[in-house]
C-alpha cells in the first residue's frame, strides 16, 4: 500500500522560505508513469493545487506561485520537495503532498498523505 | 478552469438522495474528479474520469456529467457520508479544485 508522509518545519518567518519534504514508502518515486503533487489547504478553506512533478520531467506549477516555487524529486532517498520563498501570512496553511494516478498528469490525485500544518508568523 | 459547487451547503437526513453540482468556466471534458473530506483528514478520491468510482467506494456514490456541468450523487446517505466534498479538474493546466459543498446532517 502506497504511504506518503509530509515533513518539515510548522512555523516559518514572513519573508522566509517554507520547505518541505514528503516521504513515499509502499512504492518507488521513480517507476512508472505517475506524477507527484503538491496541494495546499487554508484553515477551513479549500483546497489549492500548488504543482506536479514527474521524476524525470520538469514541474509544473500554478501560475501565480511559479515565481517563489520549486517542486523537486530525489529518487535516491523516495523523496520530493516543496520549497516556497518569501512566504507571507497568506501562505499559512495544511500542506498536502499527493500522487497523481494515471499516465501523465491528466490524472486524479488518488493518494494523500495527512497533510502538516505551516504558520507563517513572526 | 473556475469550478463552481452548488450549493455551499446541504442538510439532508440519514436515508436521503444527495445531489451535488459542480459547474465549470470552460470545457472540463471528463476530466473532472470527486473528493470527500472529513474534519482533520486529508480529502478521498471518490470519482474520476466524471463517472468511474475509485477502488473501494461504495457504490451508492455515483458521478456523472462532461464538459461544463457535473454531478455527484449519493443514492442513499449513511451517517458517515457527512462530510465536504470538492470537485476538481485534472485536464487542464492549472488544475482546480472547486469551492467545496458542505453536506451537514438535517
Not at chain 1, 512504492?27 to 508513469?33: A, H, K, Q, T
Not at chain 2, 459547487?5 to 444527495?18: C, E, F, K, N
Not at chain 2, 456529467?65 to 443514492?75: A, E, M, P, W
Amino acid at each position: 500500500q502506497l504511504q506518503l508522509q509530509e515533513s518539515g518545519p510548522g512555523l516559518v518567518k514572513p519573508s522566509e522560505t517554507l520547505s518541505l519534504t514528503c516521504t513515499v514508502s509502499g512504492g518507488s518515486i521513480g517507476n512508472g508513469f505517475d506524477y507527484w503533487a503538491w496541494i495546499r489547504q487554508p484553515p477551513g478553506k479549500g483546497l489549492e493545487w500548488i504543482g506536479s512533478i514527474f521524476y524525470s520531467g520538469s514541474p509544473y506549477y500554478y501560475p501565480s506561485l511559479t515565481s517563489r516555487v520549486t517542486i523537486s524529486v530525489d529518487t535516491s532517498k523516495n523523496q520530493f520537495s516543496l520549497i516556497l520563498n518569501s512566504v507571507t501570512a497568506a501562505d499559512t496553511a495544511i500542506y498536502y503532498c499527493a500522487r497523481h494516478s494515471g499516465p501523465g498528469i491528466a490524472a486524479p490525485l488518488e493518494y494523500w498523505g495527512q497533510g502538516t500544518l505551516v504558520t507563517v508568523s513572526s | 478552469i473556475v469550478l463552481t459547487q452548488s450549493p455551499g451547503t446541504l442538510s439532508l437526513s440519514p436515508g436521503q438522495r444527495a445531489t451535488l453540482s459542480c459547474r465549470a468556466s470552460q470545457s472540463a471534458s471528463r476530466y473532472l474528479a470527486w473528493y470527500q473530506q472529513k474534519p482533520g483528514q486529508a480529502p478521498r478520491l471518490l470519482i474520476y474520469g466524471a463517472s468511474s468510482r475509485a477502488t473501494g467506494i461504495p457504490d451508492r456514490f455515483s458521478g456523472s456529467g462532461s464538459g461544463t456541468d457535473f454531478t455527484l450523487t449519493i443514492s442513499r446517505l449513511e451517517p458517515e457520508d457527512f462530510a465536504v466534498y470538492y470537485c476538481q479538474q485534472y485536464g487542464s493546466s492549472p488544475q482546480t479544485f472547486g469551492q467545496g459543498t458542505k453536506l451537514e446532517i438535517k
